[in-house]
């Protein structure tokens, strides 16, 4: 594949990193038909720009084909599997654990109410 088209396509590397993790198609169906690296960038181009599916640009596969994938991988835990392949990979790389050891849940991520219960709820209008 020659120039990115888009800035969400995949690159060389990413694609050859990617690759070995991409799920083979099903035997005994029909052969896989699209060029599954455009099926890849399609995805991450509707994740990138936030797009409706029917609203992917023409030269990628047909929206519903690329849905599909997205769909089947997102049922199967493809995209989980990969994410944890490859936050291993990169946590190996900084020398640090495949897995971490800890982890930290800070009460302040998710705000509440100043206000406390019922006893401070505003009374009924009359």
């Known amino acids: 594949m020659g120039k990115k088209r888009y800035p969400s396509d995949l690159s060389e590397l990413e694609w050859l990193v990617l690759l070995p993790l991409i799920p083979a198609p099903k035997t005994g169906g029909r052969p896989r038909s699209v060029d599954i690296r455009e099926v890849i960038n399609a995805i991450f181009y509707v994740l990138r720009c936030g797009i409706p599916w029917r609203y992917l640009p023409k030269d990628f596969p047909n929206w519903k084909t690329v ?60």
Not at 67 to 96: C, D, P, S, T
Request: overall charge positive; proline content about 2%.
């Open 67 to 126: 849905y599909h994938y997205f769909r089947i991988w997102r049922k199967e835990g493809v995209w989980e599997k990969m994410n944890a392949i490859l936050r291993q990979e990169v946590r190996i790389q900084v020398g640090r654990e495949a897995t971490p050891s800890a982890g930290v849940v800070d009460s302040q991520s998710v705000k509440t109410t100043e206000k406390g219960g019922f006893a401070v709820m505003m009374g009924e209008r009359r």
